[in-house]
């Protein structure tokens, strides 16, 4: 909650000189987090009982007594929230000893020129993007899973 309330009074700080847009809020909020160590995060005495909130990322390495891992049961979502429409894809492909270049984009279709569909490359260049996004996401399952402490 100290955390919270630490950043609740961050973006007030922000928007004393005006009501800054979402966009200038999140460019201010990556810059500072990149600025920034993490070296003001409230601690919780070791003795002490309670929830811990962690990512993935920040328990690795770590055991705990319980961990729950949540919506362990959804499918994967390999949508996007935003459209890709207009989104090009850029990859390698194995040519002679080494790689090419390959740019995956829509063009127009075949049947109706105001229309548009992916091209062959980027079929193939989502297929290995979204095969490596299951992946990823296995990984850290794997690595959120191995977090609770074993017992003997």
Same mark, same amino acid.
């Given at each position: 909650?100290?955390?919270?309330?630490?950043?609740?009074?961050?973006?007030?700080?922000?928007?004393?000189?005006?009501?800054?847009?979402?966009?200038?809020?999140?460019?201010?909020?990556?810059?500072?987090? !990149? +600025?920034?160590?993490?070296?003001?995060?409230?601690?919780?005495?070791? /003795?002490?009982?309670? $929830?811990? =909130?962690?990512? #993935?990322?920040?328990?690795?390495?770590?055991?705990?007594?319980?961990?729950?891992?949540? !919506? +362990?049961?959804?499918?994967?979502?390999?949508?996007?929230?935003?459209? /890709?429409?207009?989104? $090009?894809? =850029?990859?390698? #492909?194995?040519?002679?000893?080494?790689?090419?270049?390959?740019?995956?984009?829509?063009?127009?279709?075949?049947?109706?020129?105001?229309?548009?569909?992916?091209?062959?490359?980027?079929?193939?260049?989502?297929?290995?993007?979204?095969?490596?996004?299951?992946?990823?996401?296995?990984?850290?399952?794997?690595?959120?899973?191995?977090?609770?402490?074993?017992?003997?």
């Amino acid at each position: 909650m100290e955390n919270v309330e630490q950043f609740r009074e961050q973006v007030r700080s922000w928007a004393e000189g005006g009501n800054p847009t979402l966009a200038e809020l999140l460019t201010r909020i990556r810059d500072r987090r !990149e +600025v920034e160590t993490h070296a003001s995060q409230a601690t919780v005495p070791e /003795d002490n009982d309670g $929830v811990r =909130l962690r990512t #993935i990322h920040s328990a690795k390495g770590l055991e705990f007594p319980i961990v729950v891992v949540p !919506e +362990v049961g959804r499918e994967f979502n390999f949508g996007s929230g935003v459209d /890709d429409d207009g989104k $090009v894809y =850029l990859g390698e #492909i194995p040519v002679g000893e080494g790689t090419e270049p390959i740019l995956g984009l829509k063009a127009p279709s075949p049947n109706d020129p105001y229309e548009s569909t992916d091209t062959l490359a980027r079929s193939e260049l989502k297929r290995r993007g979204r095969c490596r996004e299951r992946a990823e996401q296995k990984r850290l399952l794997y690595v959120a899973a191995t977090r609770a402490a074993t017992t003997s």
